[in-house]
């Protein structure tokens, strides 16, 4: 239905900012919600971040974070609507991880948007390491 191509990730300071992208393979607006988590090494997924790509000018987009990263990381997508971006900024050594683009068929799935069975699509992963 869809394949999801994560970039943008790489080594950087604390403190500092990475912006990833997920690049979708075909139009996504008003289609999918759209998921970003990560997952460190013997540690679970977690969510991180989503939008629903509302095409709806007056009602917009809907958004949601993780508590750990809502001041720090803002979700958005292109005017093309088949990008996602995660800008992260004032990265912490505990950001770092693999960090995952997902995608769920229609709108983000209510109190449940950050459990990983409720995705459909998965990208490959982009890791993003954050060092003191």
């Known amino acids: 239905q869809v394949q999801l191509v994560e970039s943008g990730g790489g080594s950087v300071l604390a403190g500092g900012s990475l912006r990833l992208s997920c690049a979708a393979s075909?139009?996504?607006?008003?289609?999918?919600?759209m998921g970003w988590f990560r997952q460190a090494p013997g540690e679970e997924r977690e969510g991180v971040a989503a939008i629903w790509p509302a095409s709806i000018w007056s009602i917009g987009s809907s958004t949601y974070y993780a508590d750990s990263v809502k001041d720090r990381f803002l979700i958005s997508h292109d005017n093309a609507n088949n990008i996602v971006y995660l800008q992260m900024n004032s990265l912490k050594p505990e950001d770092t991880a693999m960090y995952y683009c997902?995608?769920?068929?229609?709108?983000?799935?209510?109190?449940?948007?950050?459990?990983?069975?409720?995705?459909?699509?998965w990208g490959q992963g982009t890791q993003v390491t954050v060092s003191s």
């Open positions: 075909r139009n996504i607006r008003d289609t999918y919600c």
């Open positions: 997902a995608a769920s068929r229609g709108r983000c799935p209510g109190g449940r948007w950050y459990e990983t069975h409720e995705y459909n699509y």
